[in-house]
């Protein structure tokens, strides 16, 4: 199995400076407190990787970006946009966004 951590973020980005021992405590604690592992099992691997700006996160702006958006594909029929500028920012988001946009130009061909 492989498990996936993210830590820092903008509202914790001191957590980027901790030690690569100070992280993998962190992780084996909430791998046992919140996967409720039991504590004899531990990871055969552990990586950790920093990344300063990973993931994008909306801001109390975005509204006015999510309409402009919704404004233009009105404004020009067959027009659509896609990323993480709208619909979510992870990648689970873009799988969802392109299944939804496949089914809406295979809507407006009918």
């Known amino acids: 199995m492989l498990f996936s ?9 001191e957590l980027l400076d901790l030690s690569d021992k100070e992280i993998e405590y962190y992780v084996l604690k909430y791998f046992h407190e919140m996967l409720k592992f039991p504590s004899k099992v531990e990871p055969d691997l552990i990586r950790i990787f920093r990344h300063k700006r990973a993931i994008p996160q909306y801001e109390v702006t975005s509204g006015a970006r999510f309409a402009a958006v ?36 295979n809507q407006q061909q009918k």
Not at 5 to 13: H, R
Not at 78 to 101: E, F, Y
Request: without cysteine.
């Open 5 to 13: 951590y993210f830590m820092g973020g903008v509202k914790q980005p």
């Open 70 to 105: 919704q404004h233009l594909q009105k404004q020009y029929p067959g027009l659509i946009v896609g990323g993480n500028l709208r619909d979510g920012i992870g990648m689970a988001h873009r799988i969802t966004q392109a299944a939804k946009i496949a089914a809406e130009i």
